[in-house]
C-alpha cells in the first residue's frame, strides 16, 4: 500500500520557496489498476528527493501529472500538456522526474521541452541519473545534450535536402503547388486536359499578340480564370510562359530534369514564345503599333505639305481613337 506523505514543517522566512513537481510515465498500462504500480513508485522516489531538498526552499506542488499507458516517443501526453501549460503560466520552478527517458525517449523532443523550461525559468531533475540543471554540471550536461540534438536536426535536414534532390533528378513531383494544367495524385502530376488546353492557349495567344496585356484582356474577355479562379495578370501570364514543367521537366536549384509527369506545350511553341520574350516589352509593343494598319498613311498631308503621321489616343473607358497629326505639330513648330 502506497505510503501516505507526512506533513512537513514551514519553511525558514529566509529561505525561498521553490515549487516542485513530479512527472510519471509508463508506456503500457499493464499494472496500472494494481493497488501500487510503477507510476506510485516512480512518485514516491521523486517526493522522497524533494522531501530531501526542503532546506533549499523546495516545496511539492499537490497537482499530479501521471501519463499511464503512453509512449515516451511523442509530446502529445495529456498530462504532459497539463505540465507545460501549468510552466507556462507560472505556477512551477522544478520538474522532478525518475529518468530522462520518463519524459521524452527522444533527443529533439527533448530539446523542444528544454526550450520550453528554458523560456520559462524552469529546472528539471531526474534523481536517479544524477542530471540535475539546478547544478553547473547539470547545465553543461544539459548543453552536452542539446549540441547532440542539434547535430541530430540538421543530419536529418541533410537526409531530407539529399532524398529531394535525387527525387527531382528522377523526375519525381516532390509536392508545392500545383501548375494550370496538372491535378496532383498518389505524389505524380497527371494532366487536367481542360486546363492544358488553356495553357496552350496562353502560349499561342502570345505568340500572335506579342504582348501580355493583350493576352490578358483577351482571356479576361473569354473568362477565362487561373487554378484559383481569379482572373489573370500579367504576372501569371509571365509565370506561366516560365514554367519548364509545361515541357515535362522538373526542376531543382535551377537545374532541370526529365519529368515523370507528360508535357503540356511541344518545344516549338515553348520556343517561340521564349525567343518573344527575349526581347523588351516596349520594343515588342512598338513593333505591335508598326503592324497596326493605317489606311491614309502617306495619303494625307498637312498645311506645310508634309505627310501627317497616324497616332491614337484613349477615352475615359478605355477606348481608342485613331487620328493624324501633322509634322508640324508633333515637332512643335506650329
Given at each position: 500500500?502506497?505510503?501516505?506523505?507526512?506533513?512537513?514543517?514551514?519553511?525558514?522566512?529566509?529561505?525561498?520557496?521553490?515549487?516542485a513537481?513530479?512527472?510519471?510515465?509508463?508506456?503500457?498500462?499493464?499494472?496500472?489498476?494494481?493497488?501500487?504500480?510503477?507510476?506510485?513508485?516512480?512518485?514516491?522516489?521523486?517526493?522522497?528527493?524533494?522531501?530531501?531538498?526542503?532546506?533549499?526552499?523546495?516545496?511539492l506542488?499537490?497537482?499530479?501529472?501521471?501519463?499511464?499507458?503512453?509512449?515516451?516517443?511523442?509530446?502529445?501526453?495529456?498530462?504532459?500538456?497539463?505540465?507545460?501549460?501549468?510552466?507556462?503560466?507560472?505556477?512551477?520552478?522544478?520538474?522532478?522526474?525518475?529518468?530522462?527517458?520518463?519524459?521524452?525517449?527522444?533527443?529533439?523532443?527533448?530539446?523542444?521541452?528544454?526550450?520550453?523550461f528554458?523560456?520559462?525559468?524552469?529546472?528539471?531533475?531526474?534523481?536517479?541519473?544524477?542530471?540535475?540543471?539546478?547544478?553547473?554540471m547539470g547545465?553543461?550536461?544539459?548543453?552536452i545534450?542539446l549540441?547532440?540534438?542539434?547535430?541530430?536536426?540538421?543530419?536529418?535536414?541533410?537526409?531530407?535536402?539529399?532524398?529531394?534532390?535525387?527525387?527531382?533528378?528522377?523526375?519525381?513531383?516532390?509536392?508545392?503547388?500545383?501548375?494550370?494544367?496538372?491535378?496532383?495524385?498518389?505524389?505524380k502530376?497527371?494532366?487536367?486536359?481542360?486546363?492544358a488546353?488553356?495553357?496552350?492557349?496562353?502560349?499561342?495567344?502570345?505568340?500572335?499578340t506579342?504582348?501580355?496585356?493583350?493576352?490578358?484582356?483577351?482571356?479576361?474577355?473569354?473568362?477565362?480564370?487561373?487554378?484559383?479562379g481569379?482572373?489573370?495578370?500579367?504576372?501569371?501570364?509571365?509565370?506561366?510562359?516560365?514554367?519548364?514543367?509545361?515541357?515535362?521537366?522538373?526542376?531543382?536549384?535551377?537545374?532541370?530534369?526529365?519529368?515523370?509527369?507528360?508535357?503540356?506545350?511541344p518545344?516549338?511553341?515553348?520556343?517561340?514564345?521564349?525567343?518573344?520574350?527575349?526581347?523588351?516589352p516596349r520594343t515588342?509593343?512598338?513593333?505591335?503599333?508598326?503592324q497596326?494598319?493605317?489606311?491614309?498613311?502617306?495619303?494625307?498631308?498637312?498645311?506645310?505639305?508634309?505627310?501627317?503621321?497616324?497616332?491614337?489616343?484613349?477615352?475615359?473607358?478605355?477606348?481608342?481613337?485613331?487620328?493624324?497629326v501633322?509634322?508640324?505639330?508633333?515637332?512643335?513648330?506650329?
Amino acid at each position: 500500500m502506497r505510503r501516505k506523505p507526512t506533513a512537513e514543517a514551514p519553511l525558514p522566512a529566509t529561505v525561498r520557496k521553490i515549487r516542485a513537481a513530479v512527472y510519471t510515465r509508463k508506456s503500457s498500462e499493464e499494472g496500472l489498476d494494481m493497488e501500487f504500480n510503477s507510476l506510485d513508485a516512480q512518485r514516491d522516489a521523486c517526493e522522497a528527493y524533494i522531501t530531501s531538498q526542503r532546506s533549499e526552499g523546495w516545496v511539492l506542488v499537490p497537482d499530479r501529472y501521471d501519463d499511464g499507458g503512453v509512449s515516451g516517443g511523442t509530446l502529445e501526453r495529456p498530462a504532459l500538456r497539463r505540465l507545460l501549460a501549468d510552466i507556462e503560466r507560472g505556477l512551477l520552478d522544478v520538474i522532478v522526474c525518475y529518468k530522462l527517458d520518463r519524459l521524452s525517449r527522444a533527443l529533439m523532443d527533448f530539446a523542444k521541452l528544454v526550450e520550453i523550461f528554458d523560456a520559462n525559468n524552469v529546472t528539471f531533475v531526474s534523481i536517479t541519473q544524477s542530471f540535475n540543471t539546478t547544478t553547473s554540471m547539470g547545465r553543461l550536461t544539459l548543453n552536452i545534450l542539446l549540441s547532440f540534438a542539434q547535430f541530430e536536426r540538421e543530419l536529418i535536414g541533410e537526409r531530407i535536402r539529399d532524398k529531394v534532390a535525387a527525387s527531382r533528378a528522377r523526375g519525381i513531383w516532390m509536392g508545392g503547388f500545383v501548375p494550370l494544367g496538372y491535378d496532383a495524385k498518389d505524389r505524380k502530376l497527371l494532366v487536367n486536359e481542360a486546363e492544358a488546353a488553356l495553357v496552350r492557349r496562353i502560349f499561342e495567344g502570345f505568340v500572335e499578340t506579342e504582348s501580355g496585356t493583350k493576352l490578358v484582356q483577351a482571356l479576361r474577355a473569354e473568362g477565362a480564370t487561373s487554378k484559383r479562379g481569379r482572373t489573370f495578370t500579367k504576372s501569371d501570364i509571365y509565370r506561366v510562359l516560365s514554367n519548364r514543367t509545361y515541357l515535362g521537366e522538373a526542376m531543382h536549384k535551377g537545374k532541370s530534369y526529365l519529368g515523370e509527369h507528360a508535357a503540356i506545350v511541344p518545344q516549338e511553341m515553348w520556343d517561340a514564345a521564349h525567343a518573344l520574350l527575349k526581347i523588351s516589352p516596349r520594343t515588342r509593343a512598338n513593333r505591335t503599333r508598326c503592324q497596326t494598319p493605317s489606311l491614309l498613311r502617306g495619303l494625307i498631308f498637312g498645311s506645310d505639305g508634309r505627310a501627317m503621321s497616324p497616332t491614337h489616343a484613349r477615352g475615359r473607358r478605355g477606348q481608342q481613337y485613331r487620328y493624324y497629326v501633322s509634322q508640324s505639330v508633333l515637332k512643335g513648330s506650329a
